[in-house]
């Protein structure tokens, strides 16, 4: 297979950005095809992305032969069983993030994936792909920080987008499996290892409306692994400066911090604020290089008949964790797993 | 009272770091006499700082009614002891942290110190007189980052001072007790509250010689308090770069972070290594100012006839806190007060 | 036109960047040949990009018809003529800087842009194309830093290359034909003014080898503006610790540092070097983006029968500048303009 | 001599920051003494510092016999008289910079230190007393930069005292003479060489008001030292964002830059401008320990019987490059020495 013809379904605002980068900057891969229930979207996207083909059903996308590969950000409710069918229909599948709503609904996703062992299926955990992260993996990886001690990881959206929030808060499942999912992969990751126990906190701060849910505006866990690994995770919707994703392993010879300071740029202001860095506002702006190299990496994996490093069972794991923390911070006591 | 004569007790490291503010950096007081059991110690440090009263009996030392006030840097285990009796000496009495090495212990401490309520009585945690501590204290205070949402701390010693670590291990009474005091302390101060529940982990991730006292050489805790405020609090004895004291208050408004970055000073260095802060070396060289202005404050106090911000009871809570996050720690399930 | 079809001239290190940017990362361009002197070079490209046209001659690659732009990355000395050539063979050009190495060549290649009108021309300016330098460049425009005082660039090449930058000694031109021309156009960009005196200094510090070509291994020099902007730029190739490439603009109301701290990427390693930050190691690296950003420019230009931002004449004006800098570092006296 | 008296001299910002000092913070220290011109400054210190001998005149200060020592902190016009006066006394003097407003009265000074080699004069050079500038030059002196290639220096006063500066600008000798004094002095002191040539230049960017006085807001110049090593140094008083005095030495082997962020503290903040540092807000502030321990290296300089590391020929030079400069910068050309 020379080019991998691709249809993107779901035009949202992720949606848009894969489509686009499929249309202009993945080396080997054509944007054949786009899919969506909003028929103005589709046009629109269609005439900018010169992409004739548009869906407004999946199963006619599903039935277009001349696609090789599907790409779904769609509803995470509706993953688990697009991934099946476009399985089922002989396509790759690259899905964004979560695998699925539940861990029963991950379940069918691993068995329809393990049905069509000749397919690639890959789960978008984006921040695998991005450099500072690569880098730091492979210097984990290479021993250069010994025995990882403490994983720390805070996921923070901007206060300005908290109306956006609370509107998503009834079909988010909840800031963990919303926001922390992204966490637990790159905790796994780091840590090559599980965790045994999690006890999670947290509460509504600033907004009480996402109380209704059983779920807060901040929200924080910590988890010790099979390997003694211990790992702290913060979510939180109220980020004062902007979009704030960082990351720290602690080992027991180095230490790596990843965007402890999330600068916008390389542009230092001096003014009557200080010296100051301007923040990401969001995670398109932060993780834009990621965003495409985790699609170019699913077009090699097509071509050369690779599987990709995360694999579906990584998403039930990922899940499963996500919803004890859920259960941990509901209860008010420690999940065992 | 126009000037304080100070009695300073115990020569250690810290010991001698006071003796040497009290004679030298301390307005309105003088050292006027030394104790410690060391004859040598006694005679050196007499010697080089000008002291003619060198006590090796602490008793002789409260008997000498020339002597307004005793700083304590003796073992911990001596604490309350020393201080009830310079109490009923009629001294005024600073004592290093931890107040007690057991709660039962501090308590003795207060009584001692109810039963005189003319007399100072100030525990020496130092880090509320830094000067970055103080400036974010006072933000918080005037309601600048909002309501807290999350305190995070870090203590860290360097990896290598780990023999003395691992020499001082049967009396430290366990990381908890022996670093995260501070933390326990800075987090009350922060916060405004006090805990409900605490979760405590971790293990001997280099140095299995702590295995043997049911420490760790790397430890971390998750406790919720009253107020719904998060804490995050991690000591680790293996930091590979350095002394690090970091701290973090996140609030719905904003957010401080204090020594993020563990500069030794304001000198960057760009060489082979890339671009790059040397760090402290240890509590001496990153508390260099904190250690005088804690013992300034003590002085004026006595001649103010004022009380430190800091009481008794601080210090018996700090311990309480302390003593359940080890129970949580040995027994591997969550404590609630 | 649709697709913007490009010959890619000269196989080295950028221009092998260049060819695979044009193969797989520039919107609505193909590479349509390459063309090198190199048959080892051709063929190896060739395959590994696709590309089945490959001439060893450039007159051959002009003669064409199919090939609508030209990209030249070839030795500075030959760019006039080909430029010349190219746009009277009827394509458009993309040259590398420098446009000449002397003042009389770029006057050659003035003339030739002027009498192809129609012709898009763009000098490689990349800088400019990079984010942070935009983003910078927008503040300034918009008045947010005031006045402009001072503007300040370093340009350092690593130690470690200087067996390479000795062995281009005789064909360098110098740092300040070599190195300085990027900081003079962006001195301009950003000032919006012109030099009117230039002082400028240096030496050889570690590398007697570039005095036999009366160059430095280290200038710098200094400049009043029209407009009374200072400018000091300083370039060197003995950077111990990596590839920095810094900007500073001083203004009367704010301040705009750019890669103050040289960072290879969002980590921060703490080890035993301290706090620290690993630097990139060369210009493909730091401006990766900006080199297919500008080529996108290029080709857009192209499809939009746009005009560049940079013109010719802005080529000629950096190179009487950078020669001016040379004629004052030569002769130890301030040069007027 | 066991402790040293001192009559201080001049109560303005900065003797009084002396005058606190040495009555609280220079051991073996004594304030014996305060004159001033100005009979409520001098009472209300005098109260306030507990200090009965109030001078209001100078001559009557020397007369006293009790004294060991004077400070001199009075208009710079006065300072060279004044000096030599002291030392005709039998005085110790401590002299604020710079040494005279002219290099004729530098000489005078010179002269009056030669004839009493058993007094011990030093000059206010601070930052040389700075922890920061101490461990760089360390640095530097043990050669692990290898060989200086440029010093950079910027000393910018905050904007919002531009009232006061203007108010000054009369009697201030210009930019030079009133701030570069310093970075000259650290420019001879990190290169351990002298200035051959200089070239400056700058302007009234925002306040003309400093034309009259044939002086600018901002100013800069570029020296080249006998030993090859090149000087860059800014000065302004327009600094949007505080107090900012930032060095930088480049050598063949590793640089060091001293305050690039001109950070108030070690707090980080996070909010609606981003992360940031705020500012010192003056030289005060800034150079705080570095004031004190200049004292304490003089009070220990006549307890011991040595000479201060700066001399009275030190204080010449300064001004004579001082005035170099200044003389290049109203004359727009170079001044070769």
């Given amino acids: 297979m020379d080019i991998v013809r691709i249809g993107s379904v779901g035009l949202g605002r992720l949606g848009l950005r894969h489509a ?43 039935a277009d032969k001349d696609i090789d590969a599907v790409v779904l950000v769609s509803p995470s409710a509706l993953h688990t069983g697009q991934i099946a069918a476009a ?15 539940t861990v029963a609904e991950c379940k069918k996703a691993e068995k329809a994936v393990k049905a069509h062992p000749d397919k690639v299926f890959m789960l978008g955990f984006m921040r695998r792909f991005d450099a500072s992260y690569r880098w730091a993996h492979d210097k984990v990886a290479a021993g250069e920080i010994g025995k990882p001690v403490l994983f720390r990881a805070y996921s923070q959206d901007p206060e300005k987008f908290i109306a956006g929030a609370i509107a998503f808060a009834p079909h988010s499942g909840g800031e963990f499996l919303d926001m922390c999912v992204h966490d637990i992969d790159l905790a796994r990751w780091f840590s090559g290892s599980e965790p045994e126990t999690v006890y999670a906190i947290g509460g509504c701060y600033a907004h009480p409306e996402f109380g209704v849910y059983a779920d807060g505006d901040n929200v924080s866990c910590l988890m010790k692994f099979k390997n003694d690994c211990m790992a702290f995770l913060f979510a939180g919707r109220t980020a004062p400066h902007g979009y704030n994703v960082e990351t720290e392993i602690i080992g027991t010879k180095g230490i790596l911090r990843i965007a402890s300071v999330p600068q916008k740029n390389l542009v230092e202001v001096l003014d009557s604020h200080g010296v100051r860095h301007e923040c990401h506002e969001n995670f398109l702006e932060r993780f834009e290089a990621a965003f495409a190299a985790e699609l170019t990496e699913f077009v090699s994996c097509i071509r050369e008949g690779r599987k990709p490093e995360v694999s579906v069972y990584d998403g039930t794991r990922v899940s499963e964790i996500a919803s004890a923390c859920k259960s941990s911070f509901e209860k008010g006591d420690l999940v065992r797993f």
């Avoid at 499929?22 to 010169?50: M, P, S």
């Avoid at 399985?87 to 709503?101: N, Q």
């Fill in 20 to 62: 686009e980068n499929i249309a202009h900057a993945i080396r080997n891969a054509r944007l054949d095809a786009i899919c969506d229930v909003n028929a103005g979207a589709l046009r629109e996207t269609g005439e900018r992305l010169g992409v004739s083909k548009r869906y407004s059903s999946y199963e006619a996308l599903l």
């Fill in 87 to 101: 399985l089922e229909a002989g396509k790759h599948v690259f899905s964004e993030k979560p695998l699925g709503t």
